[in-house]
């Protein structure tokens, strides 16, 4: 018996330190492997933190190659200049790959592909578009505009003649918007070459020479037969993947708020106040992920700090209004500088706004009702009324009065016969002042 416990105590602890010799085990992998990296969709912060964890893992194991496949519309500023910076800087060859076919490498997917030491595309891709902005997708005007732009030539100039590349186009890429197929692209010394696949990209690049920086040169060998390691997104960056989404974001904001003031209202549900404070968390979690003005998020949650104290410190509407206020600042202020396809469903944004409003309104509403009722109980709701004396008062004894029997004394000192009619003037505690009430003449 105190074997076979034994071995249940054992059992466990032994299939952990399997999985984590199997999981350290699968870590390492033999130098001179090909990394494939993947960009699909907008360029942000999740794809800069991605691509900067799987090149630190390639250069650490290693490796003779990194492919970055891609396929974008575009994305951040901010994003690509780390991501550029980062290839710059790279100790291992980095080859960008606009695939599959069909593919496009537009705006910020050009300035990274003119930075790789190879730049490669499918049939039917195409790059370019590259001109500046604003958030909506309109033109920036004026000194603002000028300047945005003649930082993005610059920067695009500098990336092209550092990879021998031709600046000129890249410029119009910029200035002008212009867009190149593949097989202009590559004429116009834009790209290295195109390529059908994998496996022909390597082929046609085994045996050359890259230039990773000044006097640091590296010749690409044993390529077509050398290990292929796919470097995804971890769990977590999966995670902040699919809460970097603004309009997701802005739904958990909402329901969570929605849930807190339900559970403020009415108190020890539990569940809505649960359930509201965890998407609020996640919520803004989403929008950290999201390169997001900080005040903007400082004031959505001054908002909601206002629309919850309104439900317990009548102010006439004060603290609404201001949270009001507070929630449209910052959601302007949020993503005034984002781009279109990192903003909110405006009108998703608006139907929940009213949603949230209307909510609001109906709670504080019943709320105000309640606190009229019960400020109308109780002795209070006494003053007023008429009485029927069960007793003489002398000037104590007892009256009757919506359907109870109460204590009572005659504010003038004097006497009433039982049957008499008083009206109550006063109340304190359970005991009532009354008067006798004085009869019309006819």
Not at 150 to 176: H, K, P, T
Not at 187 to 208: M, P, Q, T, W, Y
Not at 272 to 298: D, K, Q, S, Y
Not at 306 to 335: D, R
Request: with cysteine; proline share 5%.
């Amino acid at each position: 018996m105190d074997r076979r416990k034994a071995v249940r105590l054992a059992l466990p602890a032994l299939m952990l330190a399997v999985g984590i010799a199997a999981a350290c085990g699968g870590s390492e992998r033999e130098p001179g492997a090909v990394y494939l990296l993947r960009i699909d969709g907008g360029i942000g912060p999740i794809t800069e933190r991605y691509l900067d964890r799987a090149m630190d893992e390639a250069e650490e194991s290693g490796a003779r190659l990194i492919v970055i496949g891609m396929d974008t519309p575009g994305g951040f500023s901010s994003s690509m200049r780390e991501i550029v910076q980062r290839i710059e800087a790279a100790d291992v060859p980095v080859a960008v790959y606009v695939s599959p076919w069909g593919a496009r490498a537009a705006s910020a997917g050009t300035f990274i592909t003119m930075a790789a030491h190879v730049a490669v595309m499918a049939p039917n891709t195409s790059i370019g578009a590259a001109s500046a902005v604003n958030a909506d997708g309109s033109d920036i005007e004026g000194d603002l505009g000028r300047k945005v732009e003649n930082d993005s030539v610059s920067f695009i100039r500098g990336i092209a003649e550092l990879r021998g590349r031709n600046a000129d186009w890249a410029e119009r890429a910029v200035r002008r918007a212009v867009s190149a197929t593949q097989t202009e692209a590559v004429e116009l010394n834009v790209v290295d070459f195109a390529a059908s696949d994998l496996d022909e990209l390597l082929a046609r690049i085994e045996g050359s020479t890259v230039t990773l920086r000044p006097g640091a040169t590296v010749t690409l060998t044993g390529l077509p037969e050398a290990e292929r390691v796919t470097a995804n997104m971890t769990i977590w960056e999966r995670v902040l993947e699919v809460l970097a989404n603004p309009t997701l974001a802005t739904i958990l904001i909402s329901v969570g708020t929605l849930g807190l003031i339900f559970e403020l209202s009415n108190p020890g549900l539990v569940l809505p106040g649960t359930v509201g404070v965890i998407a609020i968390i996640v919520g803004f979690l989403a929008f950290g992920a999201l390169p997001v003005e900080t005040a903007g998020l400082v004031l959505i949650g001054a908002a909601l700090f206002f629309f919850a104290l309104e439900l317990f410190v009548p102010s006439g509407g004060i603290l609404a209004g201001g949270g009001l206020v507070a929630l449209v600042l910052g959601a302007i202020i949020a993503f005034r500088d984002t781009p279109t396809e990192f903003q909110p469903n405006r009108i998703l944004v608006g139907v929940l706004g009213v949603l949230l409003v209307v909510m609001f309104v109906s709670m504080a509403v019943g709320l105000t009702r309640m606190r009229k009722l019960r400020s109308a109980t109780g002795t209070e709701a006494l003053v007023g009324r008429m009485a029927i004396a069960r007793t003489p008062l002398a000037p104590d004894g007892l009256v009757f009065i919506e359907g109870e029997r109460w204590r009572a004394e005659l504010e003038d000192g004097g006497d009433a016969p039982e049957g008499e009619r008083v009206r109550v003037v006063s109340a304190s505690g359970l005991r009532l002042l009354v008067r006798k009430e004085k009869e019309t003449d006819p």
